[in-house]
Structures are given as structure tokens and as C-alpha cells.
């Protein structure tokens, strides 16, 4: 498979304060909003996820890295309530925007 068409197994669901629901199945997905409509582009695990999700889409190698960092990255926004994983959560599977 060619670099840049890596997809999550558990696609990272989240659920914006306009109440605007996004689904991110990948890598590529997932830079576009951390570079384009995150909210704090600032921080640790935002650029650390920024970083990893280049990296998945260049060699198709990182892409469950990616997918941690985006999920970090997400919790250090405040973006994310539960387990960040997409299942067993207290969002019903969803996560939420605290």
C-alpha cells in the first residue's frame, strides 16, 4: 500500500462544542483539523500528535502512534470524555467536548 492511505481500526469519534460530530478514520484526516481547526494550537501533545500523524501518512508505519497522539492531543484540549477509545465510554461511545 502506497504511504498515506493508512486507516484506524477504531476510528477516533469526537463531539464539538457546537455539538457538531467528527469522525476521524485517519491519519491524514486528523492533521488537517490539528493544523486547521483545532481550537489551542498550542502544547505538548498537539505538536507531538501533529508530528505523528506527518509521519503515518509519509510511510504508512505510524499510524496507531498517530492515532494515540491524536487521542492525547485531543485530551489536553479538553476535547475527549471516557475511556478516548471509542468504546465503554460514558459518551456512549462518543467522545465529547468537556
Known sequence: MPPGNST???????????????TFREPYDALYFLEEEWPTRSGVAYERAKRWCRLAIETDEAADVARKAFIAAARQAGMLAGDGEGRGNSAGGRMAVA
Not at 484506524?8 to 467528527?22: H, N
Open 8 to 22: 484506524w481500526t477504531d476510528p477516533v469519534e469526537l463531539t464539538l462544542q457546537s455539538g457538531l460530530e467528527r
